[in-house]
């Protein structure tokens, strides 16, 4: 068995943990990040009514549910 003392066992066990705890946060933080940006993506205003609405299957046109008009996406929002 190795021998060290209580102090630096216990430095260590709370200088990995800090460590793992950092790398999770920025993880966590990436991926927030990520997942916002594809909602903004999803993102459509309709031009003739200016009523703004989600539709995540549209690629390049989507049909507003207020007016029921197509409408092809002019440029990032
Ligand atoms: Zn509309």
């Given at each position: 068995?190795?021998?060290?003392?209580?102090?630096?066992?216990?430095?260590?066990?709370l200088g990995i943990s800090i460590i793992i705890l950092l790398i999770w946060i920025v993880f966590e933080y990436r991926k927030d990040k990520r997942v916002k940006?594809?909602?903004?993506?999803?993102?459509?205003?309709?031009?003739?009514?200016f009523h703004i609405y989600i539709d995540s299957r549209a690629?390049?046109?989507?049909r507003c549910p207020k007016c029921n008009t197509l409408h092809r996406r002019e440029e990032k929002m």
């Open positions: 068995m190795i021998k060290i003392e209580i102090n630096l066992a216990v430095a260590l066990y940006e594809k909602n903004y993506n999803n993102l459509w205003q309709c031009p003739i009514c690629e390049t046109i989507s």
